[in-house]
């Protein structure tokens, strides 16, 4: 699991597997083969019966076992360490298991997913967290959500048009939480979700004086913010899909009227695509190269702790921020077999706005390849280690599912 330091609610909660697969060869179980697999002993439930490989399928989606993610921690910006976090599959008594799409595609309804885990870094930095990913009446509501108690230390470097940027150590001591509520228009693959996103956070500094450096609304503590997205997705799955786009755009506002500190705006646009080419002689594709592009913006009196910053793997959480943040990414997966796969990536981010023009910014770009083994067939989920070098740091990532959120 790929960690961000800043937004444990988002990457800790959201980046374990939000949604089961839709892919068409997802099985569709009655009552009775379900209550076979679940007296089944766990050395059948860990196999494949399509290739007698390990896999997690029937465990998890049969079973109603639970996942464990290990998160294993070298963020540059948090040192290193780790936790793990449990994510339990519940496929809902009486509910549909499949539905047609609007140009007749049989998908798989997904499972409700909960979770919960605890992490610590060689910094001191702490968090435990909780949350679910559930779906209704056929897939047509969503919820995604969940609540993190943190404690985390990190560094904030000053963006600055002339002079190099200065490092500023600092911790934020809090609660923060995320939820979310989508509603599918029509029988598209388009929602339209409202969010409520709050954090009440302690600031403190390694240094007393350094907080000198920020006007008293950069250093606000509470914000409590109510958005606004609309996402289009068809990727033949959500945890490590093959095909297809994943669309969103989405607008935060926080405002004491809701119950912040300070009042300011912040804005994403993103968008995944992927694409699959090449035959595997056992079926499914040899590549798939994937395209990722992410702009997220600022407006408004904004705690320093809230500004848009690079996400790319190879670059530490929060190392490059300001008011505007872009970033291109591309990956290409070359599955070697049914079962394993390697990858490679590259892409590039900008930051700009606050003392910096567009032009001014600096492109920075980071690198790497990793290894991944397909964990559950069911579900299209894969997972594997990344090593990715940037422009001060290299480092390792342990991925469940996509590594792009």
């Given at each position: ?113 909960y979770t919960a885990g ?222 394993w796969a390697v990858i ?62």
């Open positions: 699991m790929r960690m961000d330091a800043r937004s444990f609610v988002l990457a800790l909660l959201l980046a374990s597997p939000a949604q089961a697969a839709c892919a068409q060869e997802a099985v569709a179980r009655s009552a009775a083969p379900g209550q076979e697999a679940a007296s089944a002993p766990a050395s059948q439930l860990l196999k494949d019966p399509h290739d007698d490989k390990f896999d997690m399928s029937r465990w998890l989606l049969d079973h109603r076992g639970f996942l464990p993610v290990p998160i294993i921690i070298t963020d540059p910006a948090l040192g290193t360490g780790g936790g793990v976090a449990l994510t339990f599959f519940q496929s809902p008594a009486g509910a549909a298991t499949t539905r047609t799409s609007a140009d007749g595609r049989k998908t798989m309804v997904p499972p409700n997913i605890a992490m610590r870094t060689s910094n001191g930095s702490q968090a435990y967290f909780g949350g679910a990913s559930l779906h209704f009446m056929d897939d047509r509501w969503r919820y995604r959500g969940g609540v993190a108690k943190s404690d985390i230390n990190l560094d904030f470097y000053t963006p600055g048009r002339f002079l190099p940027p200065q490092k500023i150590g600092y911790n934020t001591d809090g609660i923060m939480s995320l939820q979310q509520v989508f509603r599918r228009l029509g029988e598209q693959d388009l929602f339209v979700g409202l969010a409520w996103i709050y954090m009440d956070l302690d600031i403190s500094f390694d240094v007393d004086s350094d907080r000198e450096q920020f006007t008293p609304k950069e250093l606000s503590e509470r914000t409590s913010g109510l958005g606004l997205s609309l996402e289009f997705d068809n990727r033949d799955n959500t945890f490590t899909p093959n095909s297809g786009w994943l669309g969103m755009v989405e607008g935060n506002f926080y405002d004491d009227l809701i119950g912040s500190d300070v009042d300011f705006q912040s804005y994403r646009s993103h968008a995944f695509g992927y694409l699959p080419f090449g035959k595997l002689a056992a079926g499914g594709n040899r590549f798939v190269l994937g395209g990722r592009a992410d702009v997220r913006w600022a407006n408004g009196d904004i705690p320093f702790y809230r500004l848009p910053y690079i996400d790319l793997r190879g670059i530490g959480s929060a190392r490059y921020q300001d008011t505007r943040a872009a970033t291109l990414e591309t990956e290409l997966r070359w599955n070697l077999t049914p079962r490679g990536f590259v892409g590039g981010g900008r930051t700009w706005g606050r003392h910096n023009s567009f032009g001014d910014g600096q492109t920075e770009v980071s690198k790497g390849t990793g290894v991944r083994y397909l964990l559950a067939r069911q579900l299209g989920l894969y997972t594997g280690i990344d090593y990715a070098w940037g422009p001060e740091d290299e480092t390792f990532y342990v991925q469940v599912g996509s590594a792009w959120r």
